[in-house]
């Protein structure tokens, strides 16, 4: 099972390893496009830290991200599951699994980037500011720059098995399955679910805090427990099993994505 993530705008403080090797990084298809995306953000964030700003959507609180940016090439690198330390990671809580889940999680796991396009969670990369909305002077709108590119990469990544989509719209705007990768894929989205006290009525609304550590969870359910649905309606079974409220929609087509619901009733 191929599991797609979106990575978080937290991250860690500093790198602590050898500096970036980008021909290191998994999906080698994908390195010439990292590589043109990082000089030129690179040289954005050295030659003028005020339209490095302005492109990369920061606040002046944020300034010192750009320094970071600055010396990418040279800066200390960690495992990406290490550099991401927003919700979904820290419910995930990757060093805390044991050794077989992960090595599942190593395997199974890919963290979508508007630097990187995608990467595992063992490659080594450094702390970065980059989201995937961002528009740079040159290359232009990373979504559409990495759509591109992804269509020859990912479905290899895929292997044949089950695709858990958790990833949010911008970072699904890089790449969509299709054709019969597409009917191998579950898209997943996280609602809570309230009860009105007086006219008894459900409300459901998507609460963005808790569908992250929902999302978190889950993936630490499923590498835990060893699953390896083959397809997405044993992975709706698999989750039911593992205690999550879930609501599937079978596509019409076979080459249309699943939809399913995991409805929740309390939020920590």
């Not at 929902?214 to 309606?233: I, Q």
Request: hydrophobic content about 40%.
């Amino acid at each position: 099972m191929l599991v797609l993530l979106p990575p978080s705008e937290g991250k860690s403080a500093s790198g602590r390893g050898a500096p970036l090797k980008l021909e290191s990084l998994s999906l080698p298809g994908l390195t010439g496009a990292r590589s043109a995306v990082l000089d030129e953000l690179v040289e954005l964030c050295v030659a003028d830290e005020e339209k490095a700003r302005e492109v990369l959507g920061l606040s002046e609180g944020l300034r010192g991200e750009i320094a970071k940016n600055a010396v990418l090439r040279t800066a200390g690198t960690r495992p990406a599951g290490e550099i991401y330390t927003g919700v979904l990671y820290d419910a995930l809580d990757l060093a805390t699994l044991d050794t077989a889940a992960r090595r599942r999680a190593g395997k199974s796991l890919l963290v979508f980037s508007g630097l990187w396009g995608a990467v595992r969670v063992g490659d080594r990369i450094p702390p970065y500011r980059c989201s995937m909305g961002v528009k740079l002077p040159g290359l232009g709108a990373l979504g559409a720059y990495w759509r591109a590119r992804m269509e020859s990469v990912l479905p290899e990544a895929a292997d044949g098995g089950t695709v858990l989509d958790l990833r949010s719209s911008a970072y699904a705007a890089a790449w969509q399955p299709n054709g019969e990768l597409a009917g191998r894929t579950a898209r997943v989205r996280v609602l809570h679910a309230q009860t009105d006290p007086v006219t008894g009525v459900e409300k459901r609304s998507v609460v963005s805090h808790f569908n992250k550590a929902t999302k978190g969870r889950l993936v630490r359910d499923l590498l835990t427990a060893g699953a390896r649905p083959k397809n997405p309606a044993a992975l709706v079974e698999t989750l039911r099993q593992l205690g999550y409220v879930v609501e599937a929609t079978a596509p019409s087509r076979a080459d249309r994505p699943w939809a399913l619901d995991v409805v929740v009733t309390e939020i920590h």
